[in-house]
């Protein structure tokens, strides 16, 4: 018996290429607006749509060029605080890298929507399976990039966007991982309504609407009232960028200007930012005499950052400097340096493109090994130091670790006059919102905020100005789901979407070798 099972052809892009790049482009703008400084969150749910219009149909070499083109018009713009002193070279150099990886990882998304259909092509597949796929095949891309090569830079995730709208208390729930995933899905099922066209059933925009419904309804997950810690916080606005002019401890004393003003309040622990002390007080006894003189007259610890040196090794570190004590009662090493920032990966070949860039990074940082916590008189402090902040190992082991309270220390002087202070205080604010906890971000030069567990401003120092914050800052305990099951959660969707594209690859050989034209599989909701 001859096969009765219709055999459809191969579905044909959405858009012509040449319209394609166009909304790939302009996707890829439109998601750099819904970043700081602009912060128009709502603008995710114009670009991603845009990308993956512009991707369905395609083969595999077009969705290359789409996705790079979008991946370009994205990071070009969204990282081009790179160039502000170092000049063109890192931030092509970055954006290309980026675009590359983003195209890379536009292939599955599109074969998604090649692939799926041939399995099945009903109306409920178009609208749940098929999106959820590409979500989360979306995120794989977040995690790709998020990872590798060289530690990865996970910096234009879209769960980051939300930091000041409605959905961020999801974050607690799912992790960013999964506000991404969620967001992405809710587009995706949009998309698939629109293109089904039964405008008439209103079974068909209910995936839609109960994924928006569920990202605007969702509360924050409850974390428990742990009392407060009366924090004070020092931004000195000294001289601390790469190319300052400046003297021997020329920071440090803008520091402690900055801290005067304190003396004489209750206080329970002073933060100062990284990079806020400039000669290693592990080696200089002049500048641990000044910090142990500073403890005494705070009669609090002190949080403090520096460069120090163990052996042949160069750490940034933050240091638990108390009265009294033999100091430093704790370090905690930045976990993941900068590279071509604070490190060099594969310095040889490097240096045959960029010799004069290249070398104007002498000292290599090694990455710290210890857990991002202090005990701070009894109160646990979880840490990171800037770059540290845009990944989520090292705020959920502070979590878990039993932070009740986030610290983070940053130098953000090498981009004084660029946005990149407040696209990281987004991410310091969403981790507010993941973890439950208040965190007190906390920069040489601005921007810094205390933000409140539920991520709103309980206190702020603009950019450029010395001053300080001192509050009480609540305190929590209890995890939220996002900490204790994130790394689960992005297992799951990263995972998932690869198993997923697997399944439906092999399957719809099996099935037929080509989907049906739009339209004609899909007549009932199945």
């Not at 000049?87 to 998604?112: C, F, K, M, N, Q």
């Not at 009392?227 to 004070?232: D, H, I, P, Q, S």
């Not at 000195?236 to 021997?248: K, Q, S, T, V, W």
Request: glycine share 10%; aromatic share 10%.
């Amino acid at each position: 018996m001859p096969d009765a099972r219709p055999r459809p052809v191969l579905p044909r892009p959405l858009l012509p290429l040449w319209a394609a790049l166009i909304a790939a482009a302009a996707g890829g703008l439109a998601l750099t607006t819904a970043f700081p400084a602009l912060a128009w969150w709502p603008m995710v749910f114009v670009a991603i749509p845009l990308t993956l219009v512009s991707l369905i149909g395609r083969r595999a070499w077009s969705a290359v060029l789409v996705g790079f083109v979008f991946g370009l018009a994205f990071f070009l713009v969204n990282v081009s605080f790179t160039a502000r002193y170092l000049g063109p070279v890192p931030w092509l150099a970055l954006s290309i890298l980026e675009a590359a990886l983003t195209a890379a990882a536009a292939v599955p998304i599109a074969l998604a929507y090649r692939w799926l259909p041939r399995v099945r092509n009903g109306a409920w597949a178009r609208l749940v399976a098929l999106p959820a796929l590409v979500a989360a095949l979306w995120v794989l891309r977040e995690q790709l990039l998020g990872t590798w090569p060289y530690g990865g830079f996970p910096w234009g995730r879209v769960g980051i966007t939300q930091a000041d709208s409605p959905l961020a208390p999801v974050a607690s729930w799912v992790g960013v991982a999964g506000l991404s995933f969620l967001i992405v899905m809710a587009c995706a099922s949009a998309v698939e309504w629109a293109r089904l066209g039964r405008f008439r059933d209103w079974r068909t925009p209910l995936p839609a609407l109960l994924l928006v419904v569920l990202l605007v309804a969702l509360p924050q997950f409850p974390t428990t009232d742990a009392g407060t810690m009366r924090v004070a916080a020092v931004q000195g606005n000294g001289p601390a960028g790469y190319f300052d002019e400046r003297g021997r401890n020329d920071v440090l004393n803008a520091q402690l200007q900055a801290t005067a003003p304190l003396f004489g309040e209750d206080v329970d622990v002073l933060l100062w930012p990284e990079g806020g002390v400039d000669s290693d007080p592990t080696m200089n006894e002049s500048t641990a005499r000044t910090l142990d003189s500073l403890a005494a007259r705070m009669d609090a610890p002190l949080i403090v950052a520096a460069v120090t040196q163990r052996g042949d090794e160069y750490f940034n570190s933050s240091l638990l400097w108390e009265q009294d004590a033999d100091n430093p009662v704790d370090v905690y090493d930045k976990r993941h340096p900068v590279p071509f920032g604070e490190w060099v990966p594969d310095r040889a070949f490097y240096r045959m493109f960029a010799p004069d860039l290249i070398d104007l990074i002498q000292r290599e940082y090694t990455p710290g090994g210890a857990r991002p916590y202090f005990d701070v008189d009894g109160v646990g402090v979880g840490l990171a130091i800037c770059f540290d902040v845009i990944y989520d190992d090292v705020i959920w082991d502070g979590a878990q670790d039993g932070a009740e309270v986030f610290m983070f220390q940053t130098n953000n002087a090498d981009f004084r006059g660029t946005d990149e202070n407040l696209q990281q205080l987004a991410f310091a604010r969403m981790r507010a919102v993941e973890t439950g906890r208040a965190v007190v971000n906390i920069s040489t030069v601005g921007t810094s905020q205390i933000i409140a567990p539920d991520g709103s401003e309980i206190a702020g120092i603009p950019a450029d100005t010395a001053g300080h914050m001192l509050e009480d800052v609540p305190l929590r305990t209890g995890l939220t789901p996002a900490v204790f099951a994130g790394g689960a959660i992005q297992l799951l969707l990263v995972w998932g979407g690869i198993i997923g594209l697997l399944y439906v690859g092999v399957a719809g050989r099996r099935n037929a070798k080509a989907p049906a034209p739009e339209g004609t599989g899909v007549a009932d909701v199945d």
